[in-house]
């Protein structure tokens, strides 16, 4: 810590203009608020330090890696959206925060978006969609670029786009001795691949060139229903089937308080926590097709004191069928929101709210939309494992896991919301990537061969500070629980989708052996002293 201290003093003199200490209260605590969950923003750093440009970065890393300064620590930070603490951002030490590094450059033959990685994906496809474009990145419009491209991304395009990093053409890098290089296919290849998907092991990305494409319309929003667990598991194995259908993206996620008085955050105060009571169950089902993307949720809930913005309503007996068949039916043009919000009527119980709920619109809409609902103002742990897919036998175990998050949820802190929440990653989705892009970091064509995977990620919202432990000693046995359980009925798998890790879990170490190797090797090849295994200790390592 006096290092530390002693050191951001230093800066100070050293880069002039660019150093927030603590002390400057105000400016602090204006970069500290944007870390998304409450549990990230209670690590408090001796000071940011905020490049504008890539030769700023490389000052300050040649600067912070000189032998007199090797005892300092620094975290990196893109759009602080991790949900764990410590990822990006260091106890007493100096955080880079790269929010200025947000240059949006398309060239002019609209094949190429230069992103600086302090960019938010919503700013991102505003930018891309004025020119007609887009580029695959996360759902919702505040998360980070930095974060989601170094560790992967999974997107609305992922189905014939594989991870959001297999779309990286270019990274310009800033390497542990402070120099600047390109990594892509051509220059540094090894480099490149293993940015895509290995974190902040190997440098620090100042800049993604990213593949664009011709935008597309999608339907999206948020869809509100009750009581159709068992269909929305049957859709989302049908979904998560490579062969099935190409374009589909289907997932399911799962709102289970089980004490009937829960906290959420209140939807006009931003970070004001409610009452609210009587909450169920709820089920967000999303589709993201070439006709169409849309949200389900079943819920039942009401704030104390206040309108709840969580509506009720059923959705259709055949849901697949019949949600399709309507969302292919919608037709563009200046109406159609008013046709679709008529043609709702057509399908008992679907609830749709013209420009808040439904739109046909683009990646930013959606995003938007999406975004708006992930408040902030809370604490989260949010951890992951992966099960295969198989026709008969994974319905039935996602069927018993909601059953035995819901039991095993009461053991939880009051005030406690867990949820549990599916999504496909396939062979198909996986295919396309390395098409796109080569082989990425995760080495997942070793390890997995051909197998289409439903990646099950569970979340639990929580209120005070003292309640962390218990929340992190029930998701781990939680987390042996669902694991040992798909063992027993063959759908287990041995890959962790690192976004959606948890800190405790070693998300890289189940990366495929070579790939493992692999990443090592290429760490020891540009940063021969261990500085971003030693000196930047935040995120998922590389065990070395
Ligand atoms: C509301 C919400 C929605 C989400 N939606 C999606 C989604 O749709 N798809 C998906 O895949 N994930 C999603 N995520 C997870 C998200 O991808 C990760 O949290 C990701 O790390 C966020 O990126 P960030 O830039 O905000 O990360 P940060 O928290 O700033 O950084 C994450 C990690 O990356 C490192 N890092 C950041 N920038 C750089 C850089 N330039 N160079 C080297 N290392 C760097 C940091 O050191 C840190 O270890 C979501 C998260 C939230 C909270």
Known sequence: MRIDNFQCSKAVSVFPGKVILKANTAAFMVIQNTYWSDNARD????????PKTTQDVSKIVAHLTTPDNIECRFAIKSGGHTFW??????QGGITMDLSKLNQIDIAADKKIAKIGPGNRWGAVFEAVEKEGMAVAGGRMSSVGVGGLLTGGGLSFFQPFGGFSCDGILNHEVVL?????VNANRNE?????????GGGNNFGIV?????????????????????DQRKKALDWLVEGSISNNDTNTMVAV????????????????????????????????????????????AVVNSTAVGRPSRIGISGIPTSIYTTMKAFFSSLKDGPNTLTTAATNSSSLPGMQLQPGKFYALTSPAGIAGILGSAAETGFRLHFFSW???????ATAPYLEALTDLHKSEGAKLPLFSNPSIFFQPITSRMRHAGEAIGGPNAMGLKELLGDDDLILVAVGVRYWFKSDGDKVVKWAKEFTKMGKNMAEEKGVGSPWQYVNYSDGWQDAMGTYGKEAREFLKGISRRYDPRGTFQKQVPGGFKLGM
Do not use: Y
């Not at 603490?85 to 260091?90: C, R, W, Y």
């Not at 990213?210 to 869809?223: T, V």
């Not at 709102?255 to 169920?280: C, F, G, H, I």
């Open 43 to 50: 690590i408090e750093p001796a000071c940011f330090i905020q």
């Open 85 to 90: 603490a410590g990822a990006a951002n260091l």
């Open 176 to 180: 542990a001795n402070g120099s600047i």
């Open 188 to 196: 540094n290849p090894d480099l490149h691949r293993a940015l895509k």
């Open 206 to 226: 100042t800049r993604f060139d990213l593949h664009m494409f011709p935008k597309p319309k999608l339907w999206g929003g948020i869809f509100l229903a009750m």
């Open 253 to 296: 996620s799962m709102l289970t308080p089980t004490t009937t008085l829960s906290l959420a955050v209140d939807p006009d105060v931003n970070r004001q926590p409610v009452l609210m009571e009587k909450a169920n169950e709820m089920a967000v089902i999303t589709n993201r097709s070439m006709a169409g993307w849309f949200g389900t």
């Open 386 to 392: 992966n099960i295969k897919v198989s026709k008969t």
